[in-house]
């Protein structure tokens, strides 16, 4: 295929890509969103809302690595459209036991982790097919559509499926999804996975490496390369010290400073508001020239903004001064999250060697999940024995600490040794 056809279908691709993610993770948030009503309202237990939660995480991170073998070793697109099929199969066995039995909790938490693994290895098989969809140039207008699909489906998939929740059976969630993961895997069967791969086309039955082998060839790689070894490190101490947020904002909000939970909704949305603007700026602006040092300056402001959570709890602000803090204050942090994710995702798309990039994203993936339930357990007992604040400003002090250290200037000097000789550049263009 010549180079003018090659670009008009990875046109074709980058449109596709963002419609089917829109749908599959619309889809996932109005389902998300109503199971967890459902069970609420089933159990009026916050226990057994929490094993839903675990049986959703915990086997990502079991087997993310193997998913990374299996998109390293195995053709993407089969990968993708197989474990479509294992969500809508995943989905649908719930919707006709339902049918037949009735919802339960065994049933719920089954096809939770049935769902949790399916769409793990679809997440990890197309982060590592960007760079082979879409031509070099259009890589971070790609990362930009993708977070701007993350942020409409987190906006309106609570809005749906509240709206829903009300008049119509928890089958009909069910249904949504299926519909959902069915067309996406529909639009994903016309994409071609290796447009721009620089690898053979078939592999023989003697050069395919053993799981455990691969996996630890993966994990190698990942030593051997420094930079990429320190986006991974810092992405696994922001994710843990990020879930101090995630359990602290409810707590403060609601529990400390009393805000309604239909004025806290609107907080918690503009987090995704933020997403979604910055998302939108990404995918028109040229792409960034230095993106581990623009990261670098993007994780220091939220960790910034991370301690700035606890100044309605010293500075005695009134109730809609409180609520219009945290607006504003969410609103910078959604913005804040794509600074940092879109131009590391898209230095990673281009850097990391194609047949390491499924085990790399999926050790990412794995690690960055195993602090999640981590931090949750831990940050929920400080909470309950120490200040908010002081909790916020220890987390906010780590993680510049954290970043300051592995993003330090040899690091960035390595991964950028123009820098040495230009070093007053402005390095955020």
């Known amino acids: 295929m010549n180079e003018a056809g090659k670009i008009k279908q990875a046109t074709y691709h980058l449109y596709t890509f963002t419609i089917s993610k829109l749908i599959s993770t619309f889809g996932s948030s109005v389902y998300a969103f109503g199971i967890s009503l459902y069970v609420l309202a089933l159990t009026g237990s916050a226990a057994s809302f929490a094993i839903n939660l675990i049986c959703s995480i915990l086997p990502r991170t079991l087997f993310a690595p193997f998913a990374g073998y299996v998109a390293d070793n195995y053709p993407k697109k089969a990968v993708v459209l197989l474990s479509q099929a294992a969500s809508v199969l995943s989905v649908g066995g719930l919707l006709l036991y339902s049918l037949s039995n009735g919802l339960s909790l065994a049933a719920i938490y089954t096809a939770t982790a049935l769902i949790s693994v399916s769409s793990m290895f679809t997440s990890v098989a197309f982060s590592s097919s960007i760079a082979n969809l879409i031509d070099p140039d259009r890589i971070q207008k790609a990362m930009g559509y993708n977070q701007s699909a993350l942020a409409i489906a987190t906006i309106g998939g609570p809005v749906i499926g509240g709206m829903l929740f009300g008049f119509v059976s928890m089958n009909v969630f069910l249904l949504i999804q299926v519909i959902a993961y069915a067309l996406a895997a529909a639009l994903e069967a016309t994409m071609n996975f290796r447009l721009y791969t620089r690898r053979a086309e078939t592999e023989s039955a003697e050069d395919k490496q053993g799981v455990w082998q691969g996996m630890k060839e993966g994990a190698a790689y990942l030593r051997k390369n420094r930079v990429i070894t320190v986006i991974v490190t810092t992405a696994v101490g922001l994710n843990f010290f990020f879930s101090a947020l995630m359990i602290g904002l409810p707590f403060i909000a609601v529990q400390q400073l009393k805000v309604e939970a239909t004025h806290f909704g609107f907080i918690e949305a503009m987090i995704a508001l933020g997403m979604l603007l910055a998302s939108i700026y990404f995918s028109v602006r040229k792409e960034v020239k230095f993106p581990l040092q ?25 109730y809609w001064g409180n609520v219009i803090y945290l607006l504003f204050l ?39 999940m195993a602090m999640m339930p981590l931090g949750y357990l831990l940050f929920g007992l400080l909470y309950d024995l120490v200040p908010a604040q002081y909790v916020l400003w220890a987390c906010s002090l780590c993680l510049l600490i954290l970043t300051a250290y592995s993003m330090r200037p040899a690091i960035i000097r390595e991964a950028y040794p123009e820098l040495a000789e230009k070093p007053f550049d402005n390095v955020l263009s």
């Open 294 to 318: 623009f990261s670098k300056r993007a994780i220091m402001i939220m960790s910034l903004l991370l301690a700035a959570v606890s100044l309605p709890l010293v500075a005695g602000l009134s």
């Open 330 to 368: 969410m609103l910078a942090f959604g913005i804040s999250n794509v600074f940092v994710n879109t131009p590391i995702g898209v230095m990673m798309q281009k850097d990391v060697d194609e047949e390491y990039r499924g085990r790399v994203f999926g050790i990412l993936e794995s690690m960055a």
